[in-house]
């Protein structure tokens, strides 16, 4: 079972059950996952999912909130291979004008009744109402890539205009939220570890955000030792790098003028440098019979650095 669906699994179970926060998480099945049909002045409602625990809590909701009896139909979805299309349909017997007129997505137009495209805000004033409807969207149209491979939770939604709603209300809870337009569709996402967290939080799937924070944790670590790791071989290659230079650069000078036509410091350290040829800075100034520190040998093996540049030119050294 895939990270998104665990998290539709623990979400679907902690849908707040007072009736304000109800009737707003039935508002958001509908509109993001359900389908309205108006027949002969009759209102047929249904919402179609490929996951069950979503399915049984709109059940759950409709029979809590509206005594509403469900009928559920399980099938193949002939789209995706072995998976299967949950739909939930709450037939017309004369009472699904009211549940609809409750969580407003009808609305009178020359006397008679036609779908509400807008969602009402007035259902999700409250703050509890705002995270169960946030709930019901999330097992409606969202979904949350694996974290060992990248963090990005999105919601796909068909209206510009509900995609913007949504963006604004999450970012009452958790900052920013992306939107951008995905051919006749409308994404809201978040790509933040740190908002994704919070969100689940606000969702309650406090098993999946344990598990987001490992993740988190081990990546992180990992990243670290890495960058540790590059930054140590960054340095080694850097020090192994200037140690051939220097020692070509002496061999130079030994074969040319000779070392002993070095003043008497630099002659110690090319003598130094050409017998430990792996040793760092550190150790070669330890060798030296007045020792000196890192930056010292440094200076004087940049001394015969410019000694061997000038031989190479033609230029003439001498001993001042």
């Known amino acids: ?26 508002m958001a099945f509908l509109k993001f996952s359900g389908d309205i049909q108006i027949i002969n ?28 009896h469900c009928e ?11 998976n299967y299309l949950y739909t939930v349909i709450a037939p017309d017997k004369g009472e699904n004008l009211n549940i609809l007129k409750k969580i407003q997505l009808v609305k009178k137009q020359k006397n008679q009744y036609i779908i509400n495209d807008k969602i009402s805000e007035d259902l999700v004033n409250k703050k509890c ?42 970012e009452m809870f958790i900052g920013e939220a992306k939107m951008v337009e995905r051919k006749s569709h409308y994404v809201v996402y978040l790509k933040e570890g740190e908002q994704i967290i919070d969100l689940l939080n606000i969702l309650g799937a406090h098993i999946a955000l344990l598990e987001l924070e490992n993740i988190r944790i081990v990546k992180e670590l990992r990243n670290n030792v890495n ?30 003028i000779g070392i002993d036509n070095l003043p008497e410091n630099l002659q110690e350290i090319a003598k130094l440098r050409l017998k430990f040829r792996e040793a760092s800075l550190k150790e070669l100034g330890t060798m030296l019979q007045t ?28 001993d001042k």
Do not use: W
């Not at 559920?72 to 072995?82: A, E, F, G, Q």
């Not at 960058?227 to 074969?255: P, Y």
């Open 129 to 170: 109402c705002k995270k169960a409807f946030l709930q019901a969207l999330f097992l409606s149209c969202g979904s949350i890539t694996n974290p060992e491979k990248m963090y990005h939770l999105e919601f796909d939604i068909k209206n510009h205009n509900d995609a913007f709603l949504v963006k604004n209300l999450l």
């Open 227 to 256: 960058r540790l790791v590059n930054c140590e071989t960054a340095n080694l290659e850097k020090t192994i790098n200037a140690s051939v230079r220097q020692i070509e650069n002496i061999e130079f000078i030994d074969k040319t």
């Open 72 to 82: 559920v139909m399980i099938r193949k979805n002939s789209k995706l291979n072995k």
């Open 1 to 26: 079972m895939s990270f998104s669906s665990n998290v539709k699994n623990e979400i679907a179970k902690k849908i707040s059950q007072k009736s304000c926060c109800r009737q707003a998480a039935i």
């Open 291 to 318: 020792p000196l520190g890192k930056s010292g040998v440094n200076h004087r093996l940049r001394k015969i650095d410019k000694i061997a540049e000038d031989l190479k030119k033609g230029g003439v050294f001498y």
């Open 41 to 68: 002045n009759f209102f047929n409602i249904k919402i179609s999912t490929e996951n069950a625990q979503t399915a049984k809590a709109f059940f759950l909701l409709m029979k809590s909130q509206f005594n509403k």
